[in-house]
């Protein structure tokens, strides 16, 4: 199973809302990761946790707050979040130790901030 | 020093043509570079990779070259086909940056019928 799977697909939501994005992953990778892409823009890395730790946080703001509960799952919490957080959010995965660094990606979640 | 520099913007291609998109890096610790295909709506898919020690890598119709001295790699598709038409991102990394990738700011790829 070479597949990163998120949930949900699309997801809107007010700035007053909580509410979180899943990711899951079978291929065995040890590390995971927490990517925004604007349109047109490049993925932006957020967290990347390395062995169920958070290894690299990339300032990202408080609002949202990742949690890797075990080596397959990876979550992004959202709080309090404002209209230009809009944007595809994308998990991905790879085995931190190959050195080439494949990382795989999901299809994301389109979230959109009211 | 991190920025991978992408070169075009937008590239459109008659079918059965050949479809390039150029990289330049200023970091010489780099020593992984991959390119990631991705369609509107989808993610990135890691396309083919290649490493510093290598000049060229070819799989199916893509190839990189890659020219160390001039610390610039391409991508090149043969024979283009309209599903070829995506988003191409080139993207450099090094051992020791945690897993973290540095993304050119992507072409946009169009093949004509």
């Known amino acids: 199973d070479t597949e990163v799977t998120q949930t949900p697909k699309h997801l809107v939501m007010g700035m007053t809302n909580k509410k979180s994005l899943k990711c899951e992953q079978h291929?065995?990778?040890?590390?995971m990761y927490w990517y925004k892409q604007k349109a047109k823009k490049p993925p932006e890395l957020m967290f990347v946790?390395?062995?169920?730790?958070?290894?690299i946080n990339e300032s990202v703001p408080s609002r949202f707050s990742p949690e890797c509960p075990n080596s397959s799952l990876l979550n992004l919490h959202l709080h309090a979040l404002q209209p230009e957080d809009s944007a595809l959010y994308l998990c991905?995965?790879?085995?931190?130790?190959?050195?080439?660094?494949?990382?795989?990606f999901g299809p994301g979640t389109r979230l959109t901030v009211l | 020093q991190q920025q991978v520099k992408q070169s075009p913007q937008s590239l459109i291609v008659q079918k059965g043509g050949i479809s390039i998109i150029n990289c330049a890096y200023e970091?010489?610790?780099?020593?992984?570079f991959p390119w990631y295909q991705q369609f509107p709506g989808k993610g990135p898919a890691l396309l083919i990779a290649?490493?510093?020690?290598?000049s060229e890598k070819k799989e199916g119709r893509f190839t990189i070259s890659f020219n160390k001295s001039a610390k610039q790699f391409s991508l090149h598709i043969m024979d283009s086909q309209p599903g070829d038409s995506a988003t191409y991102f080139c993207?450099?990394?090094?051992?020791?940056?945690?897993?973290?990738?540095?993304f050119g700011q992507g072409t946009e790829l169009s093949v004509k019928p």
């Open positions: 946790y390395s062995y169920e730790k958070l290894s």
């Open positions: 290649i490493r510093p020690d290598v």
């Open positions: 993207a450099a990394t090094f051992k020791n940056q945690g897993g973290k990738l540095i």
């Open positions: 970091n010489t610790a780099f020593d992984y």
């Open positions: 291929m065995g990778h040890r590390a």
């Open positions: 991905a995965s790879s085995q931190p130790t190959s050195g080439a660094n494949e990382q795989f």
